[in-house]
């Protein structure tokens, strides 16, 4: 079977599985040792060399996805995206950003970068002429996020990878709100694409990995600093990301079309203010999403108008549930004033966009007409009654 050739929903159910010659099980064993023999052998293995039986299955699984060369699991998401950048970035380089980005992303560049002598910056909005107008003769990597968090911002991502080129950049791209089913920026020019496999890759809210998919050379340098950092993932979570992943392809496909289903929903009730989704032929960047998406996404935001309590919607809420995280089989909601953009001032959240009514809603794979029903049921009950 030539690898090339296969749909996405059949390299989900089986490329990387390891074949069981003992017993001709259905699965791929679990090998859970953690010392290898090492005379005679063409790999010493170690689970810190990311070279295990699990964790080379689930790297060949998430390349074939991703249209990668090779691509390697790490311990969470962060710990593929620092590896990665500091693989990338030494002592006296620069990295232009994308001004919105994941907050752990930010924290990680805004608290360690200066201190191991790494220049930064942020772009000021996100498109290409942005990162371009930031770049200095140091500059040796562009990192751009699309669709972005909370806000669903679209970055046009040829665009990008091609000043990147231009300036002989290494381009990386955290793609996590999209999966590699939904977007594969590797052919759109990117060197490499990034994951937090604890959302949708991993999907059932119960996994901590990450992910970096790119070419053999760039997993040679991203492996050599990886060993020394540690961040490898354990052989049972790779088994269970590897089962996890079979069903990637058709749970994006229903949280998908749930998105698209709810995003329309909102986009004409009378209590909602704005919707931020790419499928939404509104959206600013729906053209560029439509060209460089495969489907739009899980991931939507939208502010309540001002005659609702969005505390008080989340409270009433029955079958979604607020909670901190994404991606799950589950719906979840979440209010970003009162969580991931807390520390800002009300003005300060005002001048991102980000009002005290917004909320980013994870649409689950239910029955798109129950989580229409139970935002319905909370909206009547989040009515704000002048006193
Ligand atoms: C969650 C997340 C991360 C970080 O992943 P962890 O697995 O929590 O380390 C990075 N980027 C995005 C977009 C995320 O949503």
Same mark, same amino acid.
């Given at each position: 079977?030539?690898?090339?050739?296969l749909?996405?929903?059949?390299?989900?159910?089986?490329?990387?599985?390891? #074949?069981?010659?003992?017993?001709?099980?259905?699965?791929?064993?679990?090998y859970?040792?953690?010392?290898?023999?090492?005379?005679?052998?063409?790999?010493? $293995? !170690?689970? $810190?060399y990311?070279?295990?039986?699990?964790?080379?299955a689930?790297?060949? #699984? +998430?390349?074939?996805?991703? &249209?990668?060369? @090779?691509?390697?699991p790490?311990?969470?998401? @962060?710990?593929?995206?620092?590896?990665?950048?500091?693989?990338f970035?030494?002592?006296?380089?620069?990295?232009?950003?994308?001004? *919105?980005?994941?907050?752990?992303?930010?924290?990680?560049?805004? *608290?360690?970068?200066?201190? @191991?002598?790494?220049?930064?910056s942020?772009?000021?909005?996100?498109?290409?002429?942005?990162?371009?107008?930031? +770049?200095?003769?140091?500059?040796?990597?562009?990192?751009?996020?699309?669709?972005?968090?909370?806000?669903?911002?679209?970055?046009?991502?040829?665009?990008?990878?091609? +000043?990147?080129?231009?300036?002989?950049l290494?381009?990386?791209?955290?793609?996590?709100?999209?999966?590699?089913?939904?977007?594969?920026?590797?052919?759109?020019?990117?060197?490499?694409?990034?994951? /937090?496999?604890?959302?949708?890759?991993?999907?059932? /809210?119960?996994?901590?990995?990450?992910?970096?998919?790119?070419?053999?050379?760039? +997993?040679?340098?991203?492996?050599?600093?990886?060993?020394? @950092?540690?961040?490898?993932?354990?052989?049972?979570?790779?088994?269970?990301? *590897?089962?996890?992943?079979?069903?990637?392809?058709? $749970?994006?496909? #229903? &949280?998908?079309?749930?998105?698209?289903?709810?995003?329309?929903?909102?986009?004409?009730?009378? %209590?909602?203010?704005?919707?931020?989704?790419?499928?939404?032929?509104?959206?600013?960047?729906?053209?560029? %999403? #439509?060209?460089?998406?495969?489907?739009?996404?899980?991931?939507?935001?939208?502010?309540?108008?001002? *005659? !609702?309590?969005?505390?008080?919607?989340?409270?009433?809420?029955?079958?979604?549930?607020?909670?901190?995280?994404?991606?799950?089989?589950?719906?979840?909601?979440?209010?970003?004033?009162?969580?991931? &953009?807390?520390?800002?001032?009300?003005?300060?959240?005002?001048?991102? /966009?980000?009002?005290?009514?917004?909320? $980013?809603?994870?649409?689950?794979?239910?029955?798109?007409?129950?989580?229409?029903?139970?935002?319905?049921? %909370?909206?009547?009950?989040?009515?704000?009654?002048?006193?």
């Amino acid at each position: 079977m030539a690898k090339e050739n296969l749909g996405v929903h059949t390299i989900c159910a089986h490329v990387g599985e390891i #074949k069981d010659e003992q017993f001709g099980g259905a699965v791929s064993p679990i090998y859970m040792a953690s010392s290898y023999e090492y005379m005679d052998v063409d790999v010493k $293995r !170690y689970p $810190r060399y990311f070279n295990t039986p699990n964790q080379e299955a689930v790297g060949k #699984k +998430i390349a074939a996805l991703a &249209h990668a060369e @090779m691509a390697m699991p790490f311990a969470s998401g @962060m710990a593929a995206i620092s590896t990665t950048l500091f693989t990338f970035l030494n002592h006296g380089d620069h990295i232009v950003l994308q001004n *919105e980005i994941y907050g752990g992303s930010f924290n990680l560049v805004v *608290e360690e970068f200066e201190k @191991m002598g790494i220049d930064y910056s942020f772009t000021d909005g996100v498109e290409a002429a942005d990162f371009e107008a930031k +770049i200095k003769p140091n500059t040796k990597v562009l990192y751009l996020e699309t669709p972005s968090n909370p806000l669903l911002t679209i970055t046009d991502i040829k665009a990008v990878a091609a +000043i990147a080129k231009k300036h002989g950049l290494v381009s990386m791209i955290d793609n996590t709100f999209a999966s590699p089913i939904n977007q594969r920026p590797l052919d759109l020019g990117i060197d490499i694409s990034l994951h /937090s496999a604890t959302k949708y890759l991993g999907g059932h /809210s119960d996994i901590c990995a990450g992910a970096v998919a790119t070419s053999e050379v760039y +997993i040679e340098k991203i492996w050599q600093k990886a060993k020394n @950092m540690g961040g490898s993932l354990s052989d049972f979570m790779c088994y269970l990301l *590897e089962r996890s992943i079979k069903t990637l392809g058709v $749970r994006v496909d #229903k &949280h998908n079309s749930n998105a698209q289903e709810i995003a329309e929903f909102l986009n004409t009730h009378s %209590a909602v203010e704005k919707v931020y989704y790419p499928g939404l032929p509104s959206h600013p960047k729906h053209d560029i %999403a #439509k060209a460089q998406m495969h489907g739009f996404g899980g991931m939507l935001s939208f502010e309540l108008t001002e *005659e !609702y309590d969005a505390v008080q919607f989340q409270k009433e809420l029955q079958l979604v549930k607020p909670s901190m995280s994404l991606a799950g089989v589950e719906s979840t909601i979440l209010l970003p004033s009162a969580t991931s &953009h807390a520390l800002l001032t009300p003005e300060q959240r005002a001048a991102v /966009s980000i009002s005290d009514n917004l909320l $980013r809603f994870s649409i689950g794979i239910e029955n798109a007409k129950d989580i229409i029903n139970d935002v319905e049921h %909370a909206l009547k009950k989040a009515l704000v009654t002048l006193v």
